[in-house]
Nanobody
């Protein structure tokens, strides 16, 4: 059974940084994508980034490009999302997920096979 557990959320001020973690267990696929989504208050869950497990390449949504950095630790099967220069608009519940088809595409919700429970990130102005 695949399990994803996020951690690292919290309250920061605008301009500060935060790092989220997503620990995966039970994943046995040869290749897959680790994705990050977020759901801001009153909005739908939206795609943030996709990282290919096989080569570590990552694609980002324009709203976070240059500020967010995803990375993976294959030894511990943990994915990180480093968020710098944070803005109040980044306030959301952040979710990591696994897309079995792999790649670094802009995934839709229906294409994600497994989800974590989410972690709250709040950025004050």
């Amino acid at each position: 059974e695949v399990q994803l557990v996020e951690s690292g959320g919290g309250l920061v001020q605008a301009g500060e940084s935060l790092r989220l973690s997503c620990a995966a267990s039970g994943v046995i696929f040869d290749d897959y994508a680790i994705v990050w989504f977020r759901r801001a208050p009153g909005k739908e869950r939206e795609w943030v980034s996709s990282t290919s497990w096989s080569d570590g390449s990552t694609n980002y949504d324009d709203s976070v490009k240059g500020r967010f950095t995803a990375s993976i630790d294959r030894a511990t099967k943990t994915t990180y999302l480093r968020m710098d220069s944070m803005e109040p608009e980044d306030t959301a519940v952040y979710y990591c997920g696994v897309a079995v088809e792999g790649g670094t595409g802009h995934f839709d919700l229906a294409e994600i096979d497994y989800w974590g429970q989410g972690t709250q990130v709040t950025v004050s102005s």
